[in-house]
């Protein structure tokens, strides 16, 4: 305990400053996420809250930020249509986060470790791409909202596009020299010659462009109007001012609908969809960890589902890992749990307490923070990286990038899961077995597993054999052989006389196997 204590103590330097970044990254997205699920505002910021102050500290993954994700808006806003209110709604998340405990206990978070690299890195690049359109307009000051930040469960990727190319055409020069300083801040800010600096090396570069947003806009009110940006483009929070006005905001689930099946219905999906998307995160944030850390999957689920509950319990969204914050958080230098605490802590003191001084902080900024981050999740190199892996990486890359740009975030990683399991079955198709010829002499070797899937291909090599042949099946490094794999090779003893082929087998046998009747 001490270890850790001592662990964490060591990185607060970092993880602080990395926690208020996240923080200003996740608020506005805390609201847009709920506007976008047609739920109260402030069910969003709950959700934020519970994800940074219950969910990091049950969570095993050192990283991660777990909050309200876009990719759930479009199943919030039907499944309140569907039950009628938003009150039993909250039942439903109640229950699917009970279910989601489940799964943690019953250990399906092994899930996650049969998703191939190939689509976990396409994902964080099509992710990256999105936050680089999304974020464009935000930066150039034109009038657009943070719903659909994350994912395109919104809008098509067409509509997003053209609101994007809109942008260009409706610049802002308050909004558009806010986010180029920022940018050419963050630019700097990592640079090796900076770097050396003790001082570079304390203050993150998010922090320092969110500090120029700030400053650039008080100056521009007084010194020059025209270059100001105007409120409808800066963060915007209701004023609560005290405890007792958000202990208001909280909700109850409504218990009275736990006789209707489609709470149950929506529980199952909001358990199954939010176990998915936190499951992908988690394995995309190992990916991104500069120290490589692991995270249990089990326990994750576990913790996912007890802060839905929770924010069940209290009137908020459901919750999953979230990788465009979690990928901020990374970006802003976080080492530990403790800057996604911080993250949590910030959002709940802040929109009690000091929403108005919130309230001056220019989109512009967030727009470049998460523009970089946009930039370092979907670099070009990581295309020609792909490409030279050769096409069985390279496809289920590239076509799990185009089907999330072109769908949603879950329809496209399950596009590209699909093509990438179909490479993953034809690699293992062809590297389990190999037959080389040396005159008349044919060797067979068996590799590892040879499942039923391999048997049109012994079928195949063995009707290639010719009459008058020497045959050598060798099975001594395999580690399964299928029944039907070695039924079809008892088959083959059979007919071999009749074609003056002879075969020894070493390594396996098949006398207790019957053959088949037919082909």
């Avoid at 120290?291 to 326990?299: D, F, G, L, V, Y």
């Avoid at 509950?309 to 209290?314: H, K, R």
Wanted: overall charge neutral; proline content about 4%.
């Amino acid at each position: 305990m001490k270890s850790h204590l001592k662990y964490y103590a060591l990185n607060l330097g970092r993880d602080i400053p990395a926690g208020l970044v996240v923080f200003l990254v996740a608020l506005p997205l805390c609201l847009g996420i709920a506007l976008a699920s047609g739920a109260p505002l402030f069910s969003g910021v709950i959700a934020g809250i519970i994800g940074g102050l219950v969910v990091a500290w049950l969570s095993g993954s050192h990283l991660s930020v777990s909050g309200p994700a876009a990719g759930l808006t479009v199943i919030v806003f039907n499944a309140i249509e569907t039950l009628g209110n938003f009150s039993a709604f909250l039942l439903a998340l109640v229950i699917g986060g009970f279910l989601q405990m489940m799964l943690g206990f019953l250990r399906a978070g092994l899930i996650g470790a049969f998703f191939p690299s190939a689509v976990i890195k396409g994902m964080l690049a099509a992710i990256g791409m999105i936050l680089i359109i999304k974020q464009t307009p935000h930066a150039t000051g034109f009038d657009a909202s943070y719903v659909g930040d994350e994912s395109y469960m919104q809008e098509t990727a067409h509509s997003s596009l053209i609101e994007l190319f809109q942008a260009l055409h409706g610049i802002s020069p308050g909004a558009t020299i806010v986010s180029g300083v920022a940018l050419l801040i963050l630019i700097l800010w990592e640079t090796q010659l900076l770097r050396r600096l003790t001082l570079v090396r304390m203050i993150p570069g998010p922090l320092l462009a969110v500090v120029w947003g700030v400053a650039y806009n008080l100056w521009a009110q007084v010194h020059a109007p025209e270059l100001a940006i105007g409120t409808k483009h800066m963060v915007s929070l209701p004023e609560l001012g005290s405890t007792s006005n958000f202990l208001a905001q909280l909700r109850l689930p409504d218990f009275s609908y736990l006789t209707n099946p489609k709470v149950y219905s929506v529980a199952l999906t909001i358990a199954i969809i939010a176990s998915l998307e936190t499951l992908l995160s988690i394995e995309a944030v190992d990916k991104l960890d500069p120290h490589k850390r692991i995270a249990p999957t089990n326990r994750e689920l576990k913790a996912q589902g007890v802060g839905n509950m929770l924010s069940g319990f209290v009137g908020g969204l459901p919750i999953t890992a979230v990788i465009v914050r979690s990928a901020a958080n990374i970006n802003a230098g976080g080492q530990t749990r403790i800057s996604c605490v911080v993250h949590g802590l910030l959002l709940l003191v802040s929109v009690v307490f000091f929403a108005q001084y919130l309230n001056m902080i220019p989109l512009a900024c967030l727009a470049a923070i998460l523009l970089q981050t946009g930039y370092k999740l979907a670099k070009p190199s990581m295309l020609l990286e792909f490409y030279n892996k050769g096409w069985n990486q390279f496809l289920p890359f590239i076509i799990t990038v185009v089907a999330i740009l072109f769908t949603d975030l879950l329809e496209g990683i399950i596009f590209g899961m699909t093509i990438g399991i179909f490479f993953v079955l034809k690699a293992n198709f062809h590297e389990a077995m190999t037959l080389t010829a040396h005159g008349s002499h044919y060797l067979l070797r068996l590799h590892k597993d040879v499942s039923f899937l391999n048997k049109a291909l012994l079928r195949k090599h063995l009707s290639s054999i010719p009459e008058d042949s020497e045959v050598l099946i060798d099975g001594n490094k395999a580690i399964f052989i299928d029944h039907d794999i070695l039924e079809t090779i008892a088959d083959f003893l059979l007919s071999a006389p009749d074609n003056h082929i002879s075969v020894e087998i070493q390594g396996f046998s098949v006398e207790d196997i019957a053959p088949s009747t037919g082909h």
